[in-house]
């Protein structure tokens, strides 16, 4: 009969830090919200191939941000297009593939990690690397609120 009281306190003392952790790891969102965030990478990817870089500053939210390796944050739809449009400049647009995704999140935030690989016109693999996003839903919209990658080994 002690040990039953035992067994009780303890799994009493332990139930709440299993309640606070439940949220931490039940995170998944549901398949159509993911469906929509890959709606939300394909116009990306679109509208870059297009080389139409005030496209894709569009798709962040107001204070939307890059957060490249190695540079400062780049805040706001403009700022977005300037730093996409000098990054390419002289060249022709390229094309940016994603894979590998894993998402995180609930039906008004999402994170999503996952590869990217960019080729030039004639198909060649111009880079390959890793990213974290953070998506939104504004308006019934989902948008990106922040865009950060680094570059996978060669």
Not at 72 to 79: E, F, K, L, Y
Request: glycine fraction near 8%; aromatic fraction near 10%; proline fraction near 5%.
């Amino acid at each position: 009969m002690r040990q039953i009281r035992l067994c009780a306190a303890v799994l009493a003392a332990y139930l709440p830090l299993f309640a606070l952790a439940a949220p931490a790891t039940a995170g998944r969102p549901q398949p159509q919200i993911e469906a929509a965030i890959k709606a939300e990478n394909a116009r990306w990817a679109q509208a870059y191939a297009r080389g139409d870089y005030e496209a894709v500053g569009h798709l962040y939210t107001k204070d939307g941000s890059l957060l490249p390796p190695g540079g400062d944050r780049i805040t706001g739809a403009s700022a977005i297009a300037a730093y996409l449009t000098k990054a390419s400049a002289g060249s022709k647009p390229d094309t940016v593939s994603f894979s590998n995704y894993e998402f995180y999140g609930s039906d008004q935030v999402v994170a999503e990690v996952s590869d990217a690989e960019i080729h030039d016109q004639s198909g060649k693999l111009k880079y390959r690397g890793k990213q974290t996003l953070i998506f939104l839903k504004q308006g019934g919209a989902w948008k990106l609120h922040r865009d950060i990658w680094n570059d996978s080994a060669p």
